[in-house]
Protein backbone atom coordinates (compact mmCIF):
# COMPACT_ATOMS: atom_id res chain seq x y z
CA UNK A 1 0.00 0.00 0.00
CA UNK A 2 2.89 2.20 0.95
CA UNK A 3 6.23 2.00 -0.30
CA UNK A 4 9.28 4.34 1.22
CA UNK A 5 12.01 4.48 -0.86
CA UNK A 6 15.29 5.88 0.26
CA UNK A 7 18.64 7.01 -1.74
CA UNK A 8 21.53 9.67 -1.33
CA UNK A 9 24.09 6.55 1.11
CA UNK A 10 27.61 6.21 0.69
CA UNK A 11 31.39 7.24 1.46
CA UNK A 12 32.58 10.20 2.75
CA UNK A 13 35.50 11.48 5.09
CA UNK A 14 34.81 12.99 8.17
CA UNK A 15 33.60 16.36 8.26
CA UNK A 16 31.94 15.59 5.20
CA UNK A 17 28.27 16.02 4.10
CA UNK A 18 25.80 14.04 2.57
CA UNK A 19 22.21 13.91 1.54
CA UNK A 20 19.55 11.64 2.03
CA UNK A 21 16.11 11.25 0.78
CA UNK A 22 13.34 9.52 1.45
CA UNK A 23 10.54 8.86 -1.52
CA UNK A 24 6.58 7.98 -0.01
CA UNK A 25 4.62 6.26 -2.95
CA UNK A 26 0.82 4.51 -2.71
CA UNK A 27 -2.29 4.80 -1.70
CA UNK A 28 -1.55 7.68 0.74
CA UNK A 29 -4.15 9.76 2.12
CA UNK A 30 -2.40 11.92 4.65
CA UNK A 31 1.25 12.02 6.27
CA UNK A 32 1.09 12.80 10.07
CA UNK A 33 4.99 12.66 10.23
CA UNK A 34 8.21 11.33 8.68
CA UNK A 35 11.49 10.52 10.34
CA UNK A 36 15.14 8.88 10.13
CA UNK A 37 16.57 6.82 12.07
CA UNK A 38 19.44 4.45 12.08
CA UNK A 39 21.28 1.37 13.28
CA UNK A 40 25.14 0.75 13.69
CA UNK A 41 26.32 -2.77 13.97
CA UNK A 42 25.99 -4.40 17.11
CA UNK A 43 23.71 -1.63 18.22
CA UNK A 44 19.60 -0.98 18.42
CA UNK A 45 18.15 1.08 16.15
CA UNK A 46 17.98 4.71 17.20
CA UNK A 47 16.09 7.94 16.44
CA UNK A 48 17.72 10.62 14.41
CA UNK A 49 15.33 13.13 13.50
CA UNK A 50 11.79 13.89 12.50
CA UNK A 51 9.56 16.28 11.07
CA UNK A 52 5.64 16.98 11.39
CA UNK A 53 4.26 16.73 8.00
CA UNK A 54 1.73 20.03 7.92
CA UNK A 55 3.21 22.24 10.46
CA UNK A 56 6.87 21.54 10.22
CA UNK A 57 8.11 20.91 13.85
CA UNK A 58 11.36 19.34 14.05
CA UNK A 59 12.99 17.56 16.60
CA UNK A 60 16.34 16.02 16.74
CA UNK A 61 18.34 13.08 18.76
CA UNK A 62 21.23 15.81 20.50
CA UNK A 63 23.96 13.33 18.90
CA UNK A 64 22.71 15.27 15.65
CA UNK A 65 21.47 18.73 16.96
CA UNK A 66 23.49 21.03 14.72
CA UNK A 67 24.80 19.18 12.52
CA UNK A 68 21.71 17.36 10.51
CA UNK A 69 18.85 19.16 9.37
CA UNK A 70 15.48 17.31 8.19
CA UNK A 71 12.85 19.34 6.01
CA UNK A 72 10.42 17.95 3.57
CA UNK A 73 8.56 18.64 0.00
CA UNK A 74 4.91 18.13 0.77
CA UNK A 75 4.26 18.33 -3.04
CA UNK A 76 6.43 15.43 -3.63
CA UNK A 77 5.67 13.73 -0.48
CA UNK A 78 9.26 13.23 0.20
CA UNK A 79 11.73 13.44 3.24
CA UNK A 80 15.31 14.63 3.19
CA UNK A 81 18.37 14.30 5.95
CA UNK A 82 21.12 17.06 5.02
CA UNK A 83 23.76 15.87 7.10
CA UNK A 84 26.85 17.82 7.73
CA UNK A 85 30.30 17.62 9.79
CA UNK A 86 29.86 13.85 9.48
CA UNK A 87 31.80 11.91 12.20
CA UNK A 88 32.63 8.29 11.70
CA UNK A 89 30.22 7.40 14.55
CA UNK A 90 27.51 8.35 12.27
CA UNK A 91 28.55 5.11 10.28
CA UNK A 92 25.01 3.00 10.38
CA UNK A 93 22.20 2.05 7.76
CA UNK A 94 19.74 4.87 8.00
CA UNK A 95 16.06 4.17 7.80
CA UNK A 96 13.09 6.60 6.56
CA UNK A 97 9.98 6.34 8.60
CA UNK A 98 6.55 7.21 8.05
CA UNK A 99 3.42 7.40 10.11
CA UNK A 100 0.66 7.50 6.79
CA UNK A 101 -3.09 6.89 6.91
CA UNK A 102 -3.97 5.53 3.52
CA UNK A 103 -7.29 4.98 1.80
CA UNK A 104 -8.07 1.71 2.38
CA UNK A 105 -7.29 2.27 6.31
CA UNK A 106 -8.98 4.27 9.09
CA UNK A 107 -6.24 4.44 11.27
CA UNK A 108 -2.56 6.14 11.13
CA UNK A 109 -0.02 3.05 9.74
CA UNK A 110 3.58 2.53 10.72
CA UNK A 111 5.71 2.31 7.20
CA UNK A 112 9.48 1.91 7.16
CA UNK A 113 12.09 1.87 3.94
CA UNK A 114 14.70 -0.79 3.33
CA UNK A 115 17.22 1.62 4.57
CA UNK A 116 20.68 3.00 2.87
CA UNK A 117 24.08 2.51 4.53
CA UNK A 118 26.15 5.80 5.03
CA UNK A 119 30.11 5.33 6.35
CA UNK A 120 32.24 8.02 7.69
CA UNK A 121 35.89 7.07 6.98
CA UNK A 122 39.04 8.16 5.68
Known amino acids: QVQLVESGGGLVQPGGSLRLSCAAS????????MGWFRQAPGKDREFVAA????????YYADSVKDRFSISRDAAKNTLYLQMNSLKAEDTAVYYC???????????????WGQGTQVTVSS
Open 51 to 58: ITWNGGNT
Open 97 to 111: NARISTYTSNSVGDY
Open 26 to 33: GSIFSIET
